[in-house]
């Protein structure tokens, strides 16, 4: 069994004081939810104060990028060794990432064995444009993604790893994929692809989350999906309510 994890991706949203204020909403709203593990993705700023504001309850916390390297002449970059001090997760090749900064399937894998090096759990994203998903390019190119970024890694971090397949049109645009579509990419491609790698024990252990439009009134179609392990949350991850919502409707049934 696989426990679902409903991450929120704050995105570049949120100064310290609205994330610690969104924090303690959250905090209060998910206090009895049991079997779903929630995380909370501020900017890198809030990170100290989202951890503090957490506290002693079971709300992980991820940052939403980082670089390779432990430490360097690298201005602005922010490394895994420092993150390992604050947070627990790291979502690393997020679509927005991947089109407006550069960053390639080397950089993710790069990323993604540097990340487990110091016991951050990575949460790699992968999905299709628009342009591919009606190609019909979507399980050859997302299967490709995944090779790319477990490149090299052990089944034993391989395993620990979150995967979030969040087709790219789907992203922030009201427009979420079909439910039992997602099942099948997440089958076929995410899965099939770590099977390939490390066979079936791992493919049945790594979570994978769907992201992309999720909302309280579509995530349940979601959660009851076989393949699908909880959701990466953007837009409705800014507000307690439809977050906590979200993590409510997650829960295993
Ligand atoms: P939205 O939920 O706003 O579509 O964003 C999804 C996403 O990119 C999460 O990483």
């Known amino acids: 069994m696989r426990t679902p994890i409903v ?10 004081a609205e994330a ?4 303690r909403d959250v905090r209060r709203g998910v206090m009895d939810v049991e079997g779903v593990q929630v995380v909370l993705c501020p900017p890198f700023t809030a990170l100290a104060a989202v951890r503090e504001a957490i506290g002693p309850a079971g709300i992980g916390l991820g940052a939403q990028n980082m670089h390779y390297e432990e430490q360097g002449a690298f201005t602005g970059e922010i490394s895994p060794l ?4 604050l947070c627990q997760y790291v979502i690393l090749g997020h679509s927005e990432r991947r089109q407006y900064f550069g960053e390639t399937d080397e950089g993710v894998n790069k990323k993604a064995r540097a990340a487990l090096a110091h016991g951050l759990t990575p949460i790699i994203c992968v999905g299709e444009n628009l ?4 190609a019909g390019e ?3 190119f997302v299967g490709g993604q995944v090779r790319a970024a477990f490149e090299g890694i052990s089944a034993e971090d391989a395993a620990r790893i979150v995967v979030a397949y969040e087709p790219i049109w789907a992203i922030g645009t009201g427009v979420a994929a079909v439910p039992a579509e997602v099942n099948r990419i997440i089958g076929l491609s995410i899965r099939g692809a770590l099977a390939d790698m490390y066979g079936e024990a791992v493919a049945q252990s790594v979570r994978v989350q769907y992201g992309g439009s999720v909302k309280p009134d579509n995530v349940a179609d979601f959660a009851v999906q076989s393949e699908i392990d909880g959701a990466l949350v953007g837009g409705a991850s800014l507000r307690a309510d439809s977050f906590v919502a979200i993590v409510k409707a997650s829960r295993p049934r």
Do not use: C, S
């Not at 610690?20 to 924090?23: A, D, R, Y």
């Not at 342009?131 to 009606?134: G, L």
């Open 7 to 16: 991450a929120g991706n704050w995105k570049m949203h949120k100064t310290i």
């Open 20 to 23: 610690v204020e969104l924090t």
């Open 82 to 85: 420092m993150l390992a001090e």
């Open 131 to 134: 342009e591919q998903n009606r």
């Open 138 to 140: 979507t399980a050859a």
